[in-house]
């Protein structure tokens, strides 16, 4: 690691999947929108989409299959044990499947952020394309995305943005998911930006967000 890196704030991103959220945080970072490095890119699945994107922009890989190991406390160890080898200031989870177990959580406290396709607390709990399918099944005029911080309780941590979008009357869940998502790789580094510059702020169980001091002068 070079001197410039080791001023550069660290982070880790957790997938599962095809890695579109891991893509748009190296494409902030590119346009200095998010300033940070990925430092380690952690995946549930072995031949998961996003490990090909990690390794195209030389960001160090692990692999933690639950099925590999004996307990989701197990497993949390060795999320724990890579996330400190790396030496990372925040985590986020885009697209990451199994549930954190508590002890990753309580080793990064409020620096943890997973994007959502709903606007919670709407139809929480489920992992895409499930989230969209309910919100058209409801019959709601309005769907999207949050970010929140992680907490033990699933989808209940502090609302840190959110970004609505309308639902169309011929919406599919694959429209549907694909309009939700451009305002996924909207919100996710924007708000990683709030938390490594120090603007995001948790009291009293809800999100604040100081003021931009930089931008205003």
Request: proline share 6%; charged share 20%.
């Amino acid at each position: 690691m070079n001197e410039e890196q080791s001023d550069t704030p660290a982070i880790a991103v957790l997938v599962s999947g095809r890695g579109s959220n891991l893509d748009a945080i190296f494409r902030a970072i590119e346009q200095g929108d998010l300033h940070a490095r990925v430092a380690l890119v952690i995946s549930s699945r072995a031949d998961a989409p996003a490990l090909d994107i990690a390794r195209q922009h030389g960001a160090d890989t692990v692999v933690v299959a639950p099925k590999s190991y004996g307990s989701r406390a197990e497993a949390g160890a060795a999320i724990i044990a890579a996330l400190t080898a790396a030496q990372v200031d925040a985590i986020a989870l885009a697209g990451f499947k199994p549930i954190l177990d508590a002890s990753v959580i309580e080793a990064y406290p409020d620096r943890i952020l997973n994007v959502h396709p709903s606007l919670l607390p709407a139809f929480a709990g489920g992992m895409a394309p499930r989230p969209q399918a309910d919100a058209l099944a409801a019959g709601v005029k309005l769907s999207g995305c949050t970010v929140h911080i992680v907490t033990a309780d699933v989808d209940a941590g502090p609302i840190v943005a959110q970004a609505a979008v309308p639902v169309l009357e011929d919406d599919t869940v694959e429209t549907l998911s694909a309009r939700i998502l451009v305002e996924e790789h909207r919100l996710l580094p924007l708000t990683l930006e709030w938390l490594l510059s120090g603007r995001l702020q948790i009291e009293d169980g809800r999100a604040r967000l100081a003021p931009d001091t930089v931008s205003a002068h």
